[in-house]
């Protein structure tokens, strides 16, 4: 197996690697575990045509890949320190809902590229994000892969780690954003993870996020207070239907047209640019499940301005695991932030997407959490 390895001049070079046959860890109870084989790496992968490639002052970057279920290729990108030796913790990264790339260039916008950047140049870290299908360099249509497919690559990315031997599969934390801060606990399927660390998440069904999120939309959006109800009553018809009775949203509006208005959807098969059947396997996760089974420390933030996600689902996490480990998890509420650590002057600004300049204090207060607890 080859990668390249990217130093902070941007020149890259190709590491022959030596696959180990099996990698053995240890669950907190002691048990032995024995981590899977990871599926081949696809070398051959190729950048897009002038994809800025990540530099860093004192990390190298790795392009690498794995396959998800369907076979296709995705991107993974690690970065590791360019001084010390032996093995090091890792902080793998479960991205958002959304198409847009987990790729940090120097000159990012993105106030999560902004956190990566942060956390790639601690000197005792290795950092690995995975771009789905269809996003960045990874093959694919992300408008029509679903939610399984997906899960299926991160899966493949996390077990991917046993290639490398400057991580120490024991101490593998567990960075998810949005999307990802729901389903965090399901990626390592099974491996030891250290602990994690979860943004903007949930936990309630599917089904309860989406009725939650309408009416703050229609709140923030300005509705009349006297629409919202009967607006809501439409809303929970149609996601009763598409959502619970896995019908398509076209099947449903051929039959009640006047649910239309109540959809936000792209067309009749996507919404938020992810096709319907994302959804309806989202709707079938059981997350109080997963996160209850959860015993490991557990950082969890959450936006005082962030419309998208619902506080008490972050509260819900810290209580399960708590449960489970008394004192584990820690809630944070981030003052001034939004959904994704962006900033904001109010809620109507984060409703309408006008940041403020980037506050670095979220990324420095994960750091400090990741050293307190590699």
Same mark, same amino acid.
């Given at each position: ?54 530099? @860093? ?46 790729? #940090? ?14 956390? #790639? ?35 493949? #990315? ?37 602990? @994690? ?41 149609? @996601? ?31 919404? @938020? ?81 006008? #940041? ?19």
């Amino acid at each position: 197996m080859q990668s390249i390895d990217v130093d902070a001049t941007g020149e890259g070079r190709m590491r022959s690697q030596v696959r180990p046959v099996v990698l053995c860890a240890f669950l907190a109870c002691g048990a032995p575990f024995v981590w899977p084989l990871p599926a081949a790496a696809d070398s051959d992968l190729p950048r897009r045509p002038k994809a800025p490639a990540e530099t @860093y002052a004192h990390a190298n970057v790795i392009y690498d890949s794995v396959r998800d279920s369907h076979g296709e290729r995705a991107r993974v990108i690690l970065t590791r320190p360019r001084e010390g030796s032996g093995k090091f913790p890792a902080i793998f990264v479960a991205g958002w809902l959304s198409c847009d790339s987990v790729e #940090a260039p120097a000159d990012t916008d993105d106030a999560s590229g902004k956190v990566f950047r942060v956390l #790639a140049e601690l000197p005792e870290f290795v950092t690995v994000r995975m771009d789905k299908p269809g996003v960045g360099d990874s093959e694919g249509v992300c408008a029509e892969t679903d939610f399984d497919t997906e899960l299926s690559a991160y899966r493949a #990315a996390f077990r991917s780690l046993s290639r490398y031997g400057f991580i120490d599969p024991a101490k593998v934390f567990v960075f998810g954003i949005s999307n990802g801060g729901g389903f965090a606990p399901l990626i390592a399927d099974g491996a030891p993870v250290r602990g @994690y660390v979860i943004d903007g998440g949930w936990i309630k069904t599917w089904f309860e996020h989406m009725i939650e999120i309408e009416r703050r939309r229609f709140v923030l959006s300005g509705k009349a207070p006297g629409d919202i109800n009967d607006l809501m009553r439409s809303v929970t018809r149609l @996601y009763e239907a598409y959502l619970l009775e896995k019908q398509r949203p076209a099947e449903v509006f051929a039959h009640h047209p006047d649910l239309r208005a109540a959809w936000a959807g792209d067309d009749d098969d996507h919404l @938020y640019g992810r096709p319907v059947a994302f959804y309806q396997q989202l709707q079938q996760l059981n997350l109080e499940s997963a996160w209850s089974n959860v015993s490991a420390p557990v950082l969890v933030l959450h936006g005082q301005y962030d419309w998208i996600m619902s506080r008490d689902d972050h509260e819900r996490i810290v209580a399960l695991v708590n449960l489970r480990l008394p004192g584990a998890a820690k809630f944070v509420e981030l003052p001034g932030t939004g959904h994704t650590f962006e900033h904001y002057e109010n809620e109507q600004a984060a409703f309408k997407f006008k #940041a403020a300049a980037f506050d670095p204090r979220s990324a420095n207060m994960i750091a400090d959490w990741l050293r307190q607890h590699r």
